[in-house]
């Protein structure tokens, strides 16, 4: 038992270093393959109270849709188009979900979700091709 307690804790010491020395720990700068250009989440997102956490889902489901939407649309992923500006997602959440509660959030995260997971495979092909996905 207490060999197994040791090898316990040098995996915990050890190996977080080990994977460390790789790089295969996850840092919070942003490193993209394509599109470096992007717009980031902004940072009011990301600083949401827990209690309004449903809120910036929302936003980000609202984003990917929109995404997804307007490469199939255009036929095109450009940069551009594949990232736009957050500014339709929050707009659009403003002027249908501010006062919503919750269980709204959760309803439209749901329906948001379902409309771009229909639009994914058409928008995933049309960016394969120029290597954006």
């Not at 040098?10 to 700068?29: C, D, I, K, R, Y």
């Not at 269980?103 to 639009?119: C, K, M, P, S």
């Amino acid at each position: 038992m207490k060999q197994l307690t040791i090898s316990l804790l040098h995996s915990l010491t050890v190996m977080p270093l080990a994977a460390s020395a790789q790089g295969l720990v996850p840092t919070m700068e942003s490193e993209f393959e394509f599109c470096e250009e992007r717009p980031l989440e902004p940072a009011w997102m990301q600083n949401l109270p827990p209690r309004e956490a449903s809120k910036g889902m929302l936003i980000q489901m609202i984003y990917r849709f929109q995404s997804a939407e307007q490469v199939t649309a255009a036929d095109d992923c450009s940069c551009a188009t594949r990232f736009p500006t957050w500014d339709d997602a929050v707009q659009r959440y403003n002027d249908n979900y501010l006062g919503a509660d919750e269980n709204d959030h959760r309803e439209a995260i749901g329906t948001f979700r379902a409309r771009y997971n229909a639009l994914r495979p058409s928008a995933r092909a049309i960016c394969e091709v120029v290597g954006h996905w």
